[in-house]
């Protein structure tokens, strides 16, 4: 058994039970938010193989993490990623293996990531407009994604959640349209707040914000919300809409007031532990990984040890959103 108990708790008493892993950095689409039309992505030495991904998943659960959502990039680009769905769906003590994606692997991947215990999938969608999707994603196909919702739902997830950028200009006009198309299929849409992560070329981040409370104006001229008191221990209030099976969250990462019930870390696909999502507090996975390989036991006093600069809160700020408050992007951080 681990020297150390089975549970990861910060200096100000939060449990992190709760792990976000990116598991590339590449990526089919460039969406303008995200990344540059130009990137050069990381060279394969510099990321964790897939089975030293599986490794620091393990470690986590062995030390109380209960849930792994795993993002990127886009994780189903990578090669070989179903081995390391099936190796963590299958970790005692782990209760939710979830998945952020971009939806166009889903037609081909829906069933088996299913069938690999993931339990519950958020796919981007910022628009229901072809031409305006391959706008905002640079090179996407809204008619594959669309498909691979549909063959979500087929494969009967417990939840499927939407993730929608709003942005004005861009798809402010669309934000009725989307919450009715989630309506229609009994799933969730999340409205996102853009954070500054990264530099990105030819906009002004500024200039398209728009507010969780601005959104939430748009959608109430056609649906009622309902405050329900359901939280993920992060950024994202939701409601019902009466009548349906739909929730509707708002992801506000500008405000403070998640991050004293912060219950979250990340690791990079570099190996890099991130204590919050906003500052540069890390520990370094990777070299401790190669230092000592297959010690699970110097993995988890890695980790354990590094709660103890877990900071206690982020500093984005709305008005400095010119300026990357973190210079990653989210594609290495993970969304
Ligand atoms: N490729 C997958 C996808 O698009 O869902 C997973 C990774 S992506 C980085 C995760 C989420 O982060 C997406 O929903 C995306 O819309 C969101 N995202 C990316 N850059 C962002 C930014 N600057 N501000 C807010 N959300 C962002
Ligand atoms: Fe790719 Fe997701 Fe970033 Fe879009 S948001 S470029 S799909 S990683």
């Known amino acids: 058994m681990p020297a150390h108990p089975p549970s990861l708790v910060d200096n100000f008493g939060r449990q992190v039970t709760y792990l976000r892993m990116s598991v590339t950095d590449r990526c089919d689409f460039r969406c303008v938010y995200c990344m540059s ?18 490794q620091v998943g393990r470690a986590f659960v062995e030390l109380g993490v209960t849930k792994i959502r795993l993002t990127g990039g886009e994780p189903l680009v990578r090669r070989g990623v179903m081995q390391l769905f099936r190796t963590l769906g299958a970790l005692d003590g782990l209760e939710e293996l979830v998945l952020t994606t971009n939806g166009s692997q889903l037609p081909r991947y829906a069933q088996e990531l299913r069938d690999a215990g993931v339990r519950r999938l958020n796919i981007s969608l910022d628009s229901l407009d072809p031409a305006r999707f391959r706008r905002i994603t640079r090179t996407g196909r809204l008619e594959k994604v669309l498909e691979g919702i549909e063959a979500a739902v087929a494969a009967g997830f417990d939840r499927i959640k939407l993730n929608t950028v709003a942005m004005k200009g861009r798809n402010s006009d669309e934000i009725v349209p989307i919450v009715d198309y989630a309506v229609e299929r009994g799933i969730d849409v999340s409205f996102i707040e853009e954070m500054p992560l990264g530099a990105v070329d030819g906009r002004d981040r500024g200039e398209g914000f728009m507010s969780s409370d601005e959104v939430r104006g748009i959608i109430e001229t056609a649906h009622t919300l309902r405050p329900t008191p359901e939280t993920t221990g992060g950024p994202s209030r939701y409601f019902r809409i009466p009548g349906s099976e739909t ?22 696909v570099e ?9 540069e507090h890390s520990k370094d996975l990777r070299a401790v990984l190669r230092e000592s390989p297959g010690d699970q036991e110097a993995l988890r006093r890695a980790i354990a040890d590094s709660m103890a600069i877990k900071p206690r809160g982020h500093d984005f700020n709305a008005q400095r959103m010119d300026r990357p408050a973190v210079l990653r992007h989210m594609n290495v951080t993970g969304g």
Do not use: D, Y
């Open 37 to 54: 039309e130009e990137m050069t992505f990381l060279p394969r030495s510099q990321i964790l193989s897939l089975e030293e991904m599986a």
């Open 247 to 268: 929730r509707i969250g708002f992801i506000s990462p500008h405000s403070h007031n998640f991050c004293e019930s912060c219950n979250r870390v990340r690791v990079t």
């Open 271 to 279: 190996g890099l532990l991130l204590l919050c999502l906003g500052q």
